[in-house]
């Protein structure tokens, strides 16, 4: 017996849930944008600085520092007094998007083959050990898996879903690589820097997992929907038991980046569509918010307490 094709109620919950995810994501699910996000948490100020540790090209570096500032994730300055160059530097908005950073570097170190060398060599300086984060729900301070984790959707949040949605629809999945030797969490850019293929794996949260439900939900042409597929498949987190497709172990732990980036949103989109969706630690019936301790000495991680051993040539930010 085959299962049946998506009900209407959940084809309408998801699209709710995607029109408020394409907000966030048209903001931070863009390869370059979050390389130079990166880039800026390792300590580039400068337009030069940008250019080395991205590989990107002159243009296409003044674009995206153009849309970062526009977007309010940057801000520019002259670098000294009276200098002709900007430094450009993540605002207090860009630096919340250190908590999704540490679920990608979570996340690679738990999934990530051992001898690619795109990890971050870093220290949690207040207890000296390598930089492991754990993810842990913050209203309770337990470890939280995917499994713990309740959806609920409101019916009231749905009802005020917007009846048209102005999204850019830019993908930067079809441009050159950057090359300047294994990126930085470059596992986790391949998945989160394509707009396209975040609505693929978010469906797949949601148990689509046939083809034609994945069309029915994105409105991805078909072409574009295959070729996201495949390299969902490629990268590990989604397989294909025809007709379906579903998550790996892989992917289902990729449920702390898609977490971060949602709490991200609700508190920097403010004026945003809010998402119907609630999560809830099923452990101690709380909202859930995700917290990244230190696995050693299990204190929360913040950007001043972190160290970057080398890989880097900037001097890690203060
Ligand atoms: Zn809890
Ligand atoms: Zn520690």
Redesign the pocket.
């Known amino acids: 017996m085959t299962r049946p094709a998506l009900a209407q109620a959940d084809a309408l919950a998801l699209n709710a849930v995607l029109v408020a995810a394409r907000q966030a994501i048209d903001v931070v699910c863009d390869r370059w944008s979050l390389s130079l996000v990166i880039a800026a948490f390792l300590g580039a100020r400068r337009f030069n600085e940008y250019l080395e540790s991205t590989g990107m090209a002159n243009r296409l570096l003044t674009a995206r520092l153009a849309s970062l500032r526009a977007d309010g994730l940057m801000a520019s300055a002259p670098h000294a007094e009276g200098s002709p160059h900007q430094a450009y530097r993540l605002t207090g908005m860009g630096e919340g998007l250190f908590n999704v950073l540490l679920q990608m570097l979570r996340w690679e170190q738990a999934w990530g083959p051992q001898d690619r060398a795109g990890s971050v060599q870093a220290l949690?300086l207040?207890?000296g050990?390598p930089l492991r984060p754990q993810l842990r729900c913050a209203a309770c301070g337990v470890p939280a898996g995917a499994r713990d984790i309740e959806l609920r959707l409101s019916p009231a949040q749905m009802q005020r879903m917007p009846a048209k949605q102005t999204a850019r629809r830019r993908s930067t999945l079809g441009s050159a690589r950057p090359d300047p030797g294994v990126p930085v969490l470059g596992a986790s850019l391949d998945i989160f820097g394509d707009k396209w293929g975040i609505e693929v794996l978010l469906c797949a949260f949601f148990r689509v997992r046939r083809f034609g439900d994945f069309r029915l939900c994105t409105g991805i042409a078909a072409n574009i929907l295959s070729d996201r597929l495949s390299r969902l498949i490629a990268a590990g987190v989604l397989r294909h038991d025809a007709p379906d497709y579903r998550l790996t172990e892989m992917g289902i732990d990729l449920y702390g980046v898609v977490v971060a980036i949602q709490d991200w949103a609700d508190l920097w989109l403010a004026d945003r569509y809010r998402s119907p969706l609630a999560l809830i630690h099923r452990g101690c019936g709380g909202v859930f918010h995700p917290r990244a301790v230190?696995a050693?000495?299990e204190?929360p991680i913040r950007h001043a307490d972190v160290g970057l051993l080398d890989q880097t040539p900037f001097p890690a930010p203060r």
């Open positions: 949690h207040s207890c050990s230190c050693t000495c204190a």
